[in-house]
C-alpha cells in the first residue's frame, strides 16, 4: 500500500486531483450509484438548479471502458505536461488558466451548438496553449516525430480523418487561444494586462498544498 501511495503521490497535484475526480465519477456510472446523464451539460437542467453540471461536463469519460483508459491517459499527459511548465512556484497561474479556459470553452460551446460533454474542447485548449508556450519540444504522436507548437493541428487533422468532432477541437482552439492571447500578446503588444491571477486562487492553493 505504501507503495502505491508513493505512485500516487508522485503524480503532480494538479493532475491527481483531476483524474481522482474523474475516477471517482467513472466508479460511480459503472456501478450505477449515479446516472451519467446527471453529469452531463444540459443547459435547462442548468436553469432549473442542477449547478453541478456545470463542473460534472469537465471529468465525464463515461463508465470504466477502453475509452475511458484512453480518456485518463490524454488527462495524465495533457495537465501534468501544462503542470510541469508552470511549475509549482505557478500553480495559481495555473489554476486561473484551467479556470478561465472552463468559463471560455462554456462560452464558445453554447455558441457554436449544444455540447453536453466539455473535457475534449478542454484538454484541446491547454494542449493548444502548451503548444504555445513550449513550441520547440519534439514528441512523438503514433510513431511519427511531431513539433510541439504543431501538436493540434496534427491532432485535428487526425480526429477529423478518423470521423471525429472537428468542432470539439475548434472550441479549444478557440478557448486556448483566447487565453493566450490575453495573457502574452495583449500585454506585450500593447500593454494591457487584464488576466491576473486573483488573490484568492493564491490562497485556494495555498490550502490545497
Not at 113 to 126: A, E, K
Request: with cysteine; aromatic share 18%; charged share 10%.
Amino acid at each position: 500500500m505504501d507503495d502505491i501511495r508513493a505512485a500516487i503521490m508522485r503524480v503532480p497535484p494538479v493532475t491527481r486531483y483531476f483524474l481522482g475526480v474523474t475516477l471517482l465519477l467513472s466508479f460511480c456510472m459503472t456501478y450505477g450509484i449515479i446516472s451519467p446523464y446527471s453529469l452531463l451539460l444540459d443547459w435547462t437542467a442548468v436553469f432549473q438548479g442542477q449547478v453541478w453540471r456545470i463542473v460534472t461536463t469537465f471529468f465525464f469519460v463515461g463508465p470504466f471502458s477502453m475509452p475511458f483508459l484512453f480518456g485518463m491517459m490524454m488527462i495524465y499527459y495533457t495537465i501534468s505536461s501544462i503542470e510541469e511548465y508552470f511549475g509549482r512556484d505557478k500553480q495559481a497561474d495555473l489554476g486561473t488558466m484551467l479556470v478561465f479556459n472552463a468559463l471560455v470553452g462554456l462560452v464558445y460551446a453554447y455558441l457554436a451548438n449544444d455540447y453536453t460533454v466539455m473535457q475534449n474542447p478542454f484538454l484541446f485548449s491547454i494542449i493548444y496553449v502548451w503548444s504555445k508556450f513550449v513550441p520547440d519540444t519534439q514528441i512523438s504522436i503514433w510513431g511519427f516525430p511531431v513539433q510541439s507548437c504543431n501538436l493540434p493541428w496534427v491532432l485535428m487533422a487526425f480526429h477529423l480523418f478518423t470521423g471525429g468532432n472537428p468542432f470539439n477541437d475548434l472550441i479549444g482552439v478557440a478557448t486556448g487561444h483566447t487565453y493566450y492571447y490575453l495573457k502574452n500578446i495583449l500585454p506585450d503588444s500593447y500593454g494591457y494586462d487584464l488576466l491576473k491571477t486573483p488573490k484568492l486562487m493564491h490562497s485556494l492553493v495555498t490550502k490545497l498544498n
